[in-house]
């Protein structure tokens, strides 16, 4: 079981940076994949990026925010960040993180494929 609480959501202007944390809860966060994820009202939940368990060495980041976020995990601290750089009002949507356990054998993309969430942090972007 894993047990995941993400933060630091918030209002910023377009261009500014936010940084997001998930925090896990456990003693074998090194053997799950992480995931974030962003829902809009009235739209499905789309990936944002995801990093590969152990040492991370996989990423995936969604065309949409490819050169503007960053998403990296530290094993010590049971914890995944998603780093957000010049944000744009597109951007706004509640954040989700999530956690899949590396027996899948592989990076999963689709919300389907992730056994843990967060509560959801909101994001909101404004022009």
């Known amino acids: 079981q894993v047990q995941l609480l993400e933060s630091g959501g918030g209002l910023v202007q377009a ?14 966060f090194s ?9 809009t009202p009235g739209s499905e939940r ?3 990026s995801a990093i590969s368990w152990s040492s991370g060495r996989s990423t995936y ?14 094993n010590a601290k049971n914890t995944a960040t998603l780093q957000m750089n010049s944000l744009k009002p597109d951007d706004t949507a509640v954040y989700y993180c999530a956690a899949h356990p590396s027996g899948l054998g592989y990076l999963a993309k689709t919300p389907n494929r992730y056994d843990y ?3 959801g942090t909101q994001v909101t972007v404004s022009s």
Not at 31 to 39: E, L
């Open 15 to 28: 261009g500014d940076s936010l940084r997001l944390s998930c925090a896990a809860s456990g003693r074998t």
């Open 31 to 39: 053997t799950y994949a992480m995931g974030w994820f962003r829902q």
């Open 46 to 48: 789309e990936v944002v």
């Open 61 to 74: 980041y969604a065309e949409s925010v490819k050169g503007r976020f960053t998403i990296s995990r530290d």
């Open 117 to 119: 969430w967060g509560q």
